[in-house]
């Protein structure tokens, strides 16, 4: 596992947006979490996402998959990037992108992503008007190890929020993106301290299933 200053984990992260998620991991960086943040970056040449990263001192690059012919061109370059900062994680902050099965495997086990749903329900976008038209009366978010399968893998952990009678897309969002802020440092985390495995397709915590003790 690559480590960085003071022995903590280099990470690079992958976004496409604004990049909430992204500051909460710069924000909690600048706490105890033991990481450093190597290189941001982006599909999209505008993405704010960008803005936070450099206001945090950060390497950043962009990378135009509307400059490559097809799709494994693409993450070859991607990952030739990545790799040029050595990064033990790689972290996907909303980045906005499939990726092909050989840049999942070159970094199976070390490429963890978040999504807006208690997966497997609701893979893919729209999660939250979808949950809200299915009836569900909880949703959440999911961090989890990237598989071949679209927001497949084995889930590191979940938090769950109530739909109300009221909710909006939009409302329920909200909630939801605040405990996306609180979850996805804590995966990195327990990443960073070596406490995670993965069997089967199941993770597990300090030797437990991952899921029974963190599910919130």
């Not at 071949?148 to 909200?174: F, K, T, W, Y």
């Amino acid at each position: 596992m690559n480590a960085g200053k003071g022995g903590k984990l280099s990470i690079v992260i992958l976004i496409s947006g604004g990049g909430t998620n992204l500051q909460s991991i710069i924000d909690s960086t600048a706490l105890d979490l033991p990481v450093v943040i190597r290189a941001v970056i982006s599909n999209v040449e505008d993405a704010f996402g960008l803005e936070r990263a450099r206001n945090a001192g950060i390497t950043t690059s962009v990378l135009r998959h509307q400059n490559y012919p097809d799709r494994s061109a693409y993450d070859g370059a991607l990952c030739d990037e990545i790799d040029r900062h050595k990064p033990g994680l790689v972290v996907l902050a909303g980045f906005m992108r499939i990726l092909s099965p050989a840049f999942v495997a070159r970094y199976a086990g070390r490429l963890i992503n978040i999504h807006p749903s208690l997966l497997p329900a609701f893979p893919g976008l729209h999660t939250h008007q979808r949950a809200i038209d299915a009836g569900h009366r909880e949703h959440g978010a999911s961090v989890h190890f990237v598989s071949d399968e679209v927001d497949g893998g084995p889930i590191i952990i979940q938090a769950r929020v109530p739909v109300l009678a009221d909710d909006s897309a939009d409302s329920l969002a909200a909630r939801v993106l605040r405990q996306e802020h609180r979850i996805f440092p804590q995966a990195i985390r327990w990443f960073a301290e070596k406490r995670l495995e993965i069997s089967g397709n199941q993770v597990l915590l300090d030797g437990l299933p991952a899921l029974n003790s963190t599910d919130t």
